[in-house]
């Protein structure tokens, strides 16, 4: 019972073009979302993090889109760069709770080619 | 600059034997999370845990698995009896608060091997 999916396990992209994960979710009540960066042999880093009373959240070149009726959040980097390639978290929870509700996707593997 | 410190980075247990993994939260944090990757999977919230206290261990096994954070020195996940499903990474995290909206801070993880 999956309750946040990232259904691409892989993603290449050139460099300098924009990247886009993407990041679906069943529970509607849920209204905190973020994205986690991890890089090989190391533990996931926060990168980015949007909640429900917005749509959109920007920070140099990641922006992270919510979509709350379609219960998908999205997160662009423009532009790509070769340092960006790793593996991509959503997570989900609640603005009220703890960081112990959190709910990780699977991940995303990024690769930005040259 | 020390941040979330997991140790060892990688154990080797044989079936049957203890598994001990070790977590130094970020200097001042005092709330510390375990979570598990499965091969395959996302991460798994196990237990969340204070200075001397249990907060919310609802994600943990019911058996063979406990936690804890002592007054002094690092919190311990320990899997006694370990299976091959155990084969996992583990994921320490801390935070200086309870607020979602405040950012774990993660470790590199304990990759557990069970042969």
């Known amino acids: 019972d999956q309750q946040v999916k990232q259904n691409s396990p892989s993603l290449s992209v050139q460099e300098g073009r924009i990247s886009i994960l993407n990041c679906d979710y069943t529970?509607?009540?849920?209204?905190?979302f973020l994205w986690y960066k991890k890089y090989p042999a190391e533990g996931p880093t926060f990168l980015i993090s949007?909640?429900?009373?917005?749509d959109k959240n920007e920070d140099g070149r990641f922006t992270v889109f919510l979509n709350k009726s379609a219960k998908h959040l999205s997160l662009h980097i423009v532009p790509s760069q070769p340092g960006d390639s790793a593996v991509y978290f959503c997570?989900?929870?609640?603005?009220?709770?703890?960081?112990?509700?959190?709910?990780f996707g699977t991940g995303t593997r990024l690769q930005v080619t040259l | 600059n020390a941040g979330v410190m997991q140790n060892p980075r990688h154990l080797v247990r044989r079936r049957g034997q203890e598994a001990r993994l070790r977590c130094s939260p970020m200097?001042?944090?005092?709330?510390v999370y375990w979570y598990r990757q499965l091969p395959e999977e996302g991460l798994k919230f196990m237990v969340y845990?204070?200075?001397?206290?249990?907060?919310?261990e609802s994600g943990m096994p019911k058996e063979r698995f406990s936690a804890e954070f002592p007054k002094e020195g690092p919190s311990i996940l320990r899997i006694q009896q370990v299976v091959r499903g155990d084969s996992a990474a583990y994921f320490c995290?801390?935070?200086?608060?309870?607020?979602?909206?405040?950012?774990?801070?993660f470790g590199s993880g304990t990759q557990l091997s069970v042969l």
């Open positions: 997570a989900v929870g609640y603005d009220t709770g703890t960081a112990s509700k959190l709910t």
């Open positions: 200097k001042g944090h005092s709330h």
């Open positions: 845990l204070q200075k001397e206290n249990i907060i919310d």
């Open positions: 995290a801390s935070s200086p608060s309870t607020a979602t909206n405040e950012k774990l801070f």
């Open positions: 529970n509607s009540m849920f209204d905190y």
């Open positions: 949007i909640s429900s009373i917005k």
